[in-house]
């Protein structure tokens, strides 16, 4: 499956110009080619996926003390505050 | 003697007798910087800042109130590191005229242990490449001491190629409030020092459990982690030298040799589960890179473009200006590990390899003490591109598990220093450091 990295590149909010394009295409193809190592991937560990909600670089760390205080997706969107679908801006000073 | 040659511990010996004052030390420090700094590792030299904390150091010394044994000894900073008042920029043009409002939990530590920062030191944009410039600054002897950032093992390769040591602790060891987050997983704040004593004393001040990092965890280096050398094993696992040359593998052999003198046993080891370590890296490092940097839109702070008439021009725009090449190489490559047509084939899967990884490394430590590998695999024919794929795996297993490593000075060969890693369990910093030390008193005494 080929990317279109200038989809992607869109959707990621960042201007990249044809020869950029053209350098990371390559990377992509490289990486999609390096990626190939995880097909014998143990079977029993191959379906690991993040605990739903959470930082998963935390959760794999379940040795360690703090785990329990990663706040998950969800809990921020519920505790999120309601944005106005007006899509105007008001302009904020910059706080530097 | 030249006291800018001396060592952090050294420093503070003559501090303590009175030969010397903090306000002597820092200004040879800033004269050397002053004169030999041809090469930018600094961005910002903080010579008032620092003449003013030195002078400091010295009435407290006056006055019998000594803060820590490194009260009054300079240290620099990556420029990722947030500076309260002092310019933070992380090499990027995003972040060019950034002055933090607050210090990183670091940087608190080391003023109420009375250190000096002496400037902020250069690095690849977003630490993404290497920690060079920290590294040549104490190699170079304009600082004795210095903190930078290590996430896939650049701290450890700059010091490796500097012939210093440099020291990636336990993940969580070190709070990262205030360090630039980029590999969220893996990114760590990392010890730079000409001895292995300077960098135990330094991770004594910096370590330490903090609410603001929820994955900052407590160690202790004290005495007890003192090893018994006569009831401990290391091991030089073949996957971690499949690509290095014979001086590399001549200089692990000798620490290997100088370990077996003290009484360990060489144990054997395999670690099949490395082959997975490249790709894994890439792909993990690059997705939380892309969102940890996507708060970088020209709106809230740094960089903004000047060219655009709707938001969605300004965010692109912004970015696309603010980065360069390397950032974006990653932000895109990671947007594509999370993208829904890739997460399953490539993110899930590079989390399940380290997740493989870092059981294996766990098992392989429960029985072997320490790990010995090569810091770079071919310092000769180290490229310093920054590019991703051009990352030294020797470095990674401790980066995706979490390990504390080492790199300790073992050689020049051919006029480029070697470096040589210890890597043990995590929390057993104590232990890969007491034996650096042991090591470097045993190579004086021969």
Known sequence: ?96 | MDITTMTAAALSKELASGRLSSTELVSAELRKIKDNDDDSAFITVCADEALKAAGEADRRRADGKVLSFLDGVPISLGDNIMTKGIKTTCASKMLWDFVPPYDAAVVEKLKSAGLVIIGKTNLDEFAMGSSTEAAAAVAAFMTPLALGSDIGGSLRQSAGLCGVYGFRPTYGAVCRYGLAAVASSMDTVGVIARSARDVRLLCDIIYGEDSRDASSINIKLTESEKPGFSSMSFALPDELFADADKNTISAAEETAAKLAALGMTRKTLRLPSLKYALAAFIIISCAEAASNLARFDGVGYGYRTGSYDDMNELFENTRGEGFGQEVKRRILLGGCALSADFREKWFFKAKAAAALIRAELDKALSDIDIIVAPTSANPAGNKTSGNIFETDITLFPASLAGLPALSLPAGVYGGIPTGVQLISARRRDGLILYTAEILAETEAER
């Open chain 1, 1 to 96: 499956m080929q990317m279109d990295l200038k989809k992607i590149a869109h959707n990621l909010r960042i201007r990249l110009n044809d020869a950029e394009i053209a350098e990371f295409e390559k990377d992509w193809a490289r990486l999609d080619v390096l990626s190939e190592v995880f097909y014998d991937l143990p079977s029993d560990i191959s379906d690991i996926s993040p605990k739903s909600g959470s930082f998963d670089g935390a959760a794999l760390r379940s040795d360690e003390p703090n785990d329990e205080q990663t706040i998950g997706r969800d809990e921020l969107l519920a505790n999120a505050p309601k944005l106005s679908k007006d899509k105007t801006m008001v302009a904020v000073p910059r706080t530097v």
